[in-house]
């Protein structure tokens, strides 16, 4: 658990007015907070099993999880090797085509346009976890209510939140791209394709409509589902729980979150790549797996991508803090 006692100092450079009161100081965290967070990520993938295994031969074949698995991959990447590595972070450059399919892919991910999208994300790396911050947990505080407050706002309750994240000032390089303004237009439609799609192919397999019927709900909305919340796990959870092993700007909690390391492509390693927005990999530690940063590798070596931002080894020690890992660092400056 991310709980640390902060220099009082902090809070003062918030305003009167900003919803951040108490965003400087940590309460203790109980067991019953750590078990609602855990609760939040594990309890759906058990839901989801437990369906499986009740639905398993009439509700849903081998094939509506197969194609399910195969969205997943095609549509995560997407969010995270495009809309987050490539057009937020520039992380790495990519051919033309290979930009507007990462883009469109993404888009078939159900998390709004890519232009919104990274205007969103980069004003989160612009006020991590202070005020302006789209979805910060630390949003009402660090009371034991606030914090709970908080992680609902952080993982879902900020896309119901009237808090416009103008393009213009955030993204004007993708508005002024045609290809991807383009993209972002076709949203709807996409998210309309994401779901036609595994209607078709489970019509196409089976011959039938209620094949063409299981494999929507289970590889069109349960899949998009899936990744919504593994996203949406990356905004809240990785900045609550977890370990802090290497330094980020001040007031920013982000933490490396191991458990969903596989499931959000390498995503979770989210201290990691608050420490080093630009890096291609987030993973920068041995042994932690970074799907996306494979990808990248993978691009890079068919020439596809270049000019991509590996870690670099110097670079990355001096981000480390103080010891082999410290889960209860205040940010640093
Ligand atoms: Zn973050
Ligand atoms: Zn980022």
Not at 60 to 83: E, I, K, P, S
Not at 249 to 272: M, Q, V
Request: some cysteine; aromatic content about 10%.
């Amino acid at each position: 658990m991310t709980i640390s006692q902060q220099p009082v100092k902090d809070r003062q450079d918030y305003d009167g007015a900003s919803p951040f009161p108490e965003a400087g100081r940590h309460a203790p965290a109980g067991k019953a907070h750590i078990g609602l967070t855990a609760a939040i990520v594990v309890l759906p993938f058990v839901a989801l099993g437990v369906a499986i295994f009740l639905a398993w031969g009439q509700g849903v074949v081998l094939t509506d999880l197969l194609l399910a698995a195969g969205l997943y991959v095609v549509t995560g990447l997407g969010v995270t090797v495009g809309f987050h590595r490539l057009l937020t972070h520039a992380s790495f450059t990519a051919r033309p085509w290979l930009r507007v399919a990462l883009a469109v892919a993404g888009s078939m991910g159900f998390q709004g346009n890519v232009i919104d999208w990274v205007a969103v994300h980069r004003r989160h790396h612009a006020f991590t976890d202070r005020p302006g911050d789209p979805h910060s947990p630390y949003r009402y505080g660090t009371s034991l209510r606030g914090q709970l407050r908080g992680l609902a706002h952080s993982h879902l309750g900020w896309l119901f939140a009237d808090d416009q994240t103008p393009a213009e000032r955030y993204a004007p390089d993708l508005l002024a791209d045609p290809a991807m303004t383009r993209v972002a237009r076709a949203f709807p439609a996409l998210c309309a394709l994401s779901l036609a799609l595994p209607f078709l192919a489970g019509w196409a397999i089976t011959g039938t409509l209620y094949g063409a019927l299981t494999a929507f709900l289970w590889a069109g909305l349960i899949r998009a589902a899936l990744l919504q919340h593994v996203t949406w796990s990356v905004n809240s959870l990785c900045h609550l729980i977890g370990d802090r092993p290497f330094k980020t700007r001040r007031h920013d909690r982000s933490t490396n979150l191991w458990p969903l390391a596989l499931l959000s492509f390498g995503e979770s390693w989210h201290n990691g790549h608050h420490s080093q927005p630009t890096c291609a990999r987030h993973g920068l530690q041995r042994g932690q797996l970074d799907p996306s940063a494979a990808m990248i590798r993978l691009f890079e070596r068919l020439g596809w991508a270049s000019d991509v931002h590996w870690p670099d080894h110097d670079r990355t020690q001096r981000h480390r803090t103080a010891g082999p890992r410290q889960a209860r660092a205040p940010a640093a400056d």
